[in-house]
């Protein structure tokens, strides 16, 4: 009775004795999930992750969003996915499960390069994938700008002088200030007191303090 059914179509599929909703391969399974039907039964999937965990290495979760508010059922629903370790996928209509059950399949076989970003194997152009991912709004242009100009990653990390970074075309002040924080910013923040706590800490350090007297008594 699972209305996805009838709109898988690209792939050839049977019904087997199985403990997920859907097989996609040796290693990995899928769950299906309607909202609406959590909101009635909100111990559902919990029970179903529990019954086929650890039986497949890759678990995927699909949830249908059949409702017209989902984010508190979509955020019970995460939280089953973390715990459970499951690949939790969101989709607004039966055709649109039928797609990622078809595209799950179909890449069963298939290397994770085929869905991988494809990056020239020079040193520039591999240079230009990092920034472009790591600085905000460091660009792909802005990128082989930078490589082509200074050569490598090592060479920007030790100039700590902005003018070298504002000569280069198309990288503005902002562009500059950010590539330098990303460069020259230690990893650990140091944490800074507000006037409040520091307040509070002076007038708990300049209290007289207590003496009592009494005997010592020894440590056992």
């Not at 076989?109 to 990056?119: F, L, M, T």
């Not at 230690?186 to 507000?194: A, D, N, S, V």
Request: charged fraction near 25%.
């Amino acid at each position: 009775g699972n209305p996805v059914l009838s709109h898988i179509r690209n792939v050839r599929w049977q019904f087997a004795d199985i403990v997920p909703d859907f097989q996609l391969g040796q290693a990995t399974a899928a769950l299906f999930l309607s909202l609406r039907y959590h909101l009635l039964h909100p111990d559902y999937i919990l029970h179903r992750i529990r019954e086929q965990q650890r039986l497949f290495r890759v678990t995927l979760l699909l949830a249908h969003v059949d409702v017209e508010d989902p984010v508190k059922a979509l955020g019970e629903v995460t939280r089953g996915a973390v715990v459970g370790d499951c690949t939790l996928v969101c989709a607004w209509s039966p055709e649109e499960c039928a797609r990622w059950l078809e595209t799950f399949k179909s890449y069963e076989s298939k290397p994770a390069s085929n869905i991988q970003e494809r990056v020239d194997p020079d040193y520039v152009s591999r240079l230009a994938s990092v920034l472009a991912g790591s600085v905000r709004g460091i660009n792909r242009t802005d990128a082989h700008t930078l490589g082509t100009t200074f050569g490598s990653l090592a060479a920007m990390i030790k100039c700590t002088d902005a003018d070298a970074f504002s000569a280069c075309p198309g990288i503005g002040p902002t562009k500059v200030r950010r590539l330098m924080e990303a460069f020259h910013e230690p990893f650990r923040k140091q944490l800074r007191m507000t006037g409040v706590a520091t307040a509070a800490a002076h007038v708990w350090s300049s209290r007289p303090r207590r003496e009592t007297k009494g005997t010592r008594r020894p440590l056992r």
